[in-house]
């Protein structure tokens, strides 16, 4: 586990990696357990990053990326600043990253589009059959459906009588207008360092490092639709 905190002139260069100190303003960058960050990738200022994260070749993050545990992003990736991927993602390598990624699905194409869920890392890390089916077909509804979000709430809600705790999570995000297994968007000027306030960046950053220690084809708006990467084709 890697936190740098508040030390502006730190950057650790090590094998050609390069990770970035934080900011005043966020006051925090933070790596987890088992990460593996290859040849030439970087991480920029008030990143997070989880555990049991691969970042291949060339892989840069910009500022404030949050990426949860058990993520795979393709070699030669950028991602864009305050871009977010929830757990249990892949991204294929050689395309950008510009709006966040929801948990359990596979991303590529230019523009980065839903690809199918993450099947065989979900099944390499223990979800069973019937959540795997589950998670697939709350992601058709979402992407490869003409509804808009309240309608495939309604859609998911008669079709899955009995939601795994996945999708428990996936439909409360729906809900709530935001994209499935992501935190809130930027914190704002009211959240930050040194306000008083916290702000469900700094929770999140503060779970990655207790876990840390714990345990050693249209492009589709963000803002207009709450689903992240665009639908495929």
């Known amino acids: 586990h890697l936190s740098l905190r508040r030390q502006p002139q730190m950057c650790i260069r090590d094998r050609n990696v390069t990770i970035n100190p934080c900011t005043i303003a966020y006051g925090n960058t933070t790596i987890g357990n088992n990460v593996l960050l290859m040849a030439a990738a970087h991480v920029a200022h008030d990143c997070i990053i ?3 994260v691969i970042l291949a070749n060339g892989v840069q993050l910009g500022g ?3 990426i949860d545990c058990n993520v795979i992003i393709g070699g030669m990736t950028p991602v864009h600043q305050f871009c977010k991927l929830g757990e249990f993602s892949f991204v294929a390598g050689g ?3 510009v709006q966040d990624v929801p948990p359990y699905i596979m991303a590529k ?3 980065l589009k839903y690809s199918g869920v993450n099947s065989v890392g ?3 890390n223990g979800f069973d059959n019937e959540t795997r089916s589950q998670i697939k077909n709350i992601y058709s509804i979402m992407y490869k459906s003409n509804l808009n979000i309240s309608q495939s709430i309604e859609k998911i809600d008669n079709e899955e009588k009995e939601l795994s705790d996945e999708g428990k999570k ?3 995000d729906m809900r ?4 499935p297994g992501m935190p809130a968007r930027a914190p704002t000027q009211a959240g930050r360092v040194g306000s008083g306030k916290s702000t469900e960046k700094e929770d999140w ?3 990655a490092s207790e876990h840390a220690y714990s345990d050693g084809g249209e492009a589709v708006s963000l803002v207009s639709t709450g689903r992240g990467v665009g639908k495929g084709s």
């Open 205 to 207: 950053a503060a779970e």
């Open 95 to 97: 395309y950008r990253v």
């Open 122 to 124: 979900l099944r390499r």
């Open 170 to 172: 996936m439909q409360y």
């Open 109 to 111: 194409g230019e523009p």
């Open 64 to 66: 404030h990326v949050m």
């Open 176 to 179: 709530q207008g935001r994209v």
């Open 50 to 52: 989880k555990d049991n």
